[in-house]
């Protein structure tokens, strides 16, 4: 979409598509995770992005109404076989490699995280 840019490549790992449930890594200053903890989401992929190389021109403009920047982007990782980006926040833009939808409790938290920041 050419929101964010970076890398996307095939997962490596024993068994592919990556299905099922998983935890990630979630930076202290998360709002997205706030209040979530260890809890697990669920993945259903065999690509992911595997490199962060902030905002886009576009990206930045997007965000500038909701106070964000390039530089507050919060980018959350997780563990597959190798690691890959699991989210990114920046403002009001949030995105997930997993299904917030399918993730049971914690998605809804999840969801509920970001409409509390709209």
């Known amino acids: 979409l050419g929101i ?34 260890d809890q697990r989401f669920y993945f259903v992929h065999s690509y992911a992005a595997k490199s962060w190389t902030g905002a886009s021109a576009a ?19 997780c563990d597959y076989g190798d690691g890959f980006i699991a989210a990114v926040e920046a403002g009001p833009i949030w995105g997930t490699q997993f299904h917030p939808e399918k993730s049971g409790e914690a998605g809804l938290k999840l969801l509920d995280n970001w409409v509390k920041q709209l």
């Open 4 to 37: 964010w840019q970076g890398t996307v490549e095939a997962i490596k790992a024993p068994v592919v598509p990556h299905m099922g449930w998983n935890t990630v890594n979630a930076p202290s200053d998360s709002k997205m995770f706030a209040g979530l903890g």
């Open 59 to 77: 990206a930045v403009g997007a965000v500038a109404s909701g106070g964000a920047s390039e530089a507050e982007a919060v980018v959350t990782t």
